[in-house]
């Protein structure tokens, strides 16, 4: 008779895989967008009053709205299959509202950095930014808690197939009047720093709120 495999070793923790395809997706999308944004775009006349801009070129606001579909669409797809989702799941209803208020905020957030581009001199000082991918991935994330860690961390990095490419082409337009080489290297800079690391945090929030509600499944009563 052959005998049992031995336990694994106390304090080893298994690691869930990561989801690589909404990762390489968001990759492509975000370099993507950052690229794009370079063109020389019309941009939108800076106000100080209001929503902060006016008259916001027809141009500009096709890119933007076609962008957000795209970032959409693929999003949900890599949410729905990294996550083991399916449509009616609460879970990706939480998905689907959080990216939805997450790309009506980058949509503002990239017209106000287009604006800024036409006077723009020095460096702009970043207060909230990160909010823009921490705060919908952590929100997904927790939504989906119950569906496992590798569930968590697969619907808080889809969020970040929407976020992030528009994140990412509102600092692309911004420096859109640099040369190309400096635009898209500032962009680039600017995505990792405070989209990437944020995005990643909330990833690994979700995780560990997910490895705590399965050891309380696991060990009801205490």
Excluded at 24 to 50: M, S
Excluded at 116 to 135: C, R, S
Excluded at 158 to 186: C, H
């Amino acid at each position: 008779m052959t005998p049992p495999a031995p336990p694994p070793p106390v304090g080893t923790r298994t690691r869930p895989d990561l989801p690589w395809p909404t990762i390489a997706v968001t990759g492509v999308l975000t370099v993507l967008a950052i690229v794009v944004g370079q063109r020389d775009w019309a941009v939108p006349e800076r106000v100080l009053g209001g929503w902060q801009i006016a008259d916001v070129p027809s141009s500009l606001t096709a890119l933007l709205l076609a962008g957000s579909a795209v970032c959409l669409v693929l999003g949900a797809w890599a949410t729905l299959r990294d996550a083991s989702l399916r449509p009616s799941d609460p879970a990706f209803l939480v998905w689907v509202v959080v990216s939805l208020l997450a790309v009506a905020a980058l949509l503002w957030n990239a017209l106000v950095l287009a604006a800024d581009a036409e006077f723009e001199t020095g460096a702009i000082i970043p207060v909230l930014h990160w909010v823009f991918t921490f705060v919908p991935a952590l929100l997904a994330g927790l939504a989906a808690r119950n569906r496992g860690v590798a569930g968590a961390v697969a619907a808080a990095l889809g969020t970040g197939v929407v976020t992030l490419p528009l994140f990412g082409l509102g600092w692309s337009l911004l420096s859109s009047r640099e040369s190309v080489t400096g635009g898209v290297s500032s962009s680039l800079w600017a995505t990792a720093v405070l989209g990437v690391v944020p995005l990643v945090i909330a990833a690994a929030m979700a995780r560990s709120s997910a490895r705590t509600a399965a050891w309380k499944r696991e060990h009801p009563g205490r």
